[in-house]
């Protein structure tokens, strides 16, 4: 497809149950982020990639949180032992370079029971 | 306090209404960005702007640098135009991240 795609929609996890999110981001975009919006927030920053290179992920919360890129493709966020406090619209981005639009996934939305 | 502030929170107006939503921020930045977030999560960019003034349609998006401030104009707005819009903006440190505004919820009354 020709915009950012996100999988799958929607997850409904049990608590300490371990969760993957999937983002293929647009062709050749070089940027990908990843952002965690809760319910009535705007997103939060949670973790950067250029390429294969994890440049910043000085927004993860905590180290249950763990996200790999590893060809420079698509990316997965995975949450270990998933709490409550997880539960958010887990958002995807990429962009071609440094300072240019950056295009969203749909997003994923994790509720954790 | 937050590094982006929008106003106001919540807007409920008539279709043809003029709409103006601001955001201000604390921060210096490389480009700040204008998006629309509808129910169900997807967020799309409407601008980037650096300086100036950039129209698109019924849109319009002004900043002015020194002030750091941004404004969002819809004229004659129309019910499909509700939806939340977020300020985000780059900061020019180098870092890639987008910072966020918690969005301003747009209701239009046909």
């Known amino acids: 497809g020709a915009g950012v795609s996100q999988s799958p929609r929607y997850k409904v996890a049990k608590r300490g149950q371990d969760v993957a999110l999937r983002c293929d981001p647009i062709s050749g975009h070089v940027s990908l982020f990843w952002y965690q919006q809760a319910l009535g927030q705007g997103p939060e920053f949670l973790t950067y990639f250029q390429n294969e290179a994890q440049l910043d992920k000085s927004g993860l919360p905590s180290d249950r949180f763990f996200a790999e890129r590893p060809e420079g493709s698509v990316s997965t966020l995975k949450i270990q032992r998933t709490q409550q406090e997880d539960s958010a619209v887990y958002l995807c981005?990429?962009?071609?370079?440094?300072?240019?639009?950056?295009?969203f996934g749909q997003g994923t939305r994790l509720t954790v029971v | 306090k937050n590094e982006v502030e929008q106003s106001p929170q919540n807007l409920t107006a008539q279709e043809g209404e003029f709409i103006t939503i601001n955001c201000s921020y604390s921060v210096g930045i490389s480009a700040l960005h204008w998006l629309q977030q509808h129910p169900g999560g997807g967020i799309v960019s409407l601008f980037m702007?650096?300086?100036g003034k950039k129209k698109h349609g019924r849109l319009i998006a002004t900043i002015n640098i020194q002030e750091k401030h941004s404004s969002l104009h819809i004229t004659a707005s129309h019910p499909r135009d509700s939806a939340v819009y977020i300020c985000a903006v780059r900061s020019n440190f180098g870092n890639e991240k987008l910072t966020f505004g918690t969005g301003t919820r747009l209701t239009i009354i046909p």
């Open positions: 702007l650096s300086s």
């Open positions: 981005a990429s962009s071609s370079y440094r300072v240019t639009e950056a295009f």
